[in-house]
């Protein structure tokens, strides 16, 4: 089953863009891959899906290359209320990893 | 809006006890899922369901069990409960089958075993 590999942290300040990277080197051909949003004491909430090339929602956008061992989160111009964890999911492995800490800064 | 509701926001048991842990969603989903989420270890996988009745193990099963006599009831199940089961414990359902769509969570239970 395909694992997923995270930073666990990363700083950015207000306005900036910021990019969040998750390796899934074994990725199975049907799968997608999730990105999750959580607060604390809250649960992850969806973000994004994306199954290769790029997808973009509202919130934030989704590059998947070609053979799709890696997947990238970009969110424009992050606010203070962007300070969470990241996880990213391969729907096969039901397995979310350690995730990665985002901390937005003034 | 879909919901999944857990039981408790916040439970304390003692070294020994029989825990359970309720979980209820309203989308008629065929998948459930318990994770327990721990500093610096993220979420694990502890079982899932994919039917009424039907259990696997997740990555981390020792310790629990479940139980889901109803389809939108999923129950994680301490048998005896120690101190290194203290955590926050959440519940996720999914559509099943070959959908891709995201799992819903709860908000969790923190347990904290004395």
């Known amino acids: 089953l395909a694992k997923t590999t995270q930073p666990i942290s990363m700083d950015s300040y207000e306005g900036q863009e910021v990019n969040i990277t998750c390796s899934h080197n074994n990725i199975a051909t049907n799968d997608y891959i999730t990105w999750y949003q959580q607060f604390p004491s809250q649960g992850p909430r969806f973000i994004i899906q994306g199954y290769k090339t790029k997808v973009k929602n509202e919130v934030a956008s989704l590059f998947i290359p070609a053979d799709r061992k890696s997947s990238t989160l970009s969110l424009p111009r992050v606010s203070l209320s962007d300070t969470a964890v990241y996880y990213c999911l391969v729907k096969s492995t039901l397995t979310f990893g350690k995730g990665t800490m985002l901390l937005v800064s003034p | 809006d879909v919901k999944v509701t857990q039981s408790s926001r916040y439970l304390v048991k003692r070294t020994g006890e029989k825990v359970f842990l309720e979980c209820v969603q309203d989308?008629?989903?065929?998948?459930m899922f318990w994770y327990r989420q721990d500093p610096g270890l993220g979420l694990r996988l502890i079982y899932f369901s994919y039917d009424v009745k039907m259990k696997e193990k997740g990555d981390i099963p020792e310790g629990y069990s479940v139980s889901r006599e109803k389809k939108e009831r999923f129950s994680l199940i301490l048998e005896s409960a120690s101190t290194n089961q203290t955590s926050m414990y959440l519940c996720a359902s999914g559509l099943g089958g070959d959908s891709n769509q995201p799992q819903h969570f709860g908000d969790g239970t923190r347990l904290s075993i004395l």
């Open positions: 989308m008629d989903h065929e998948n």
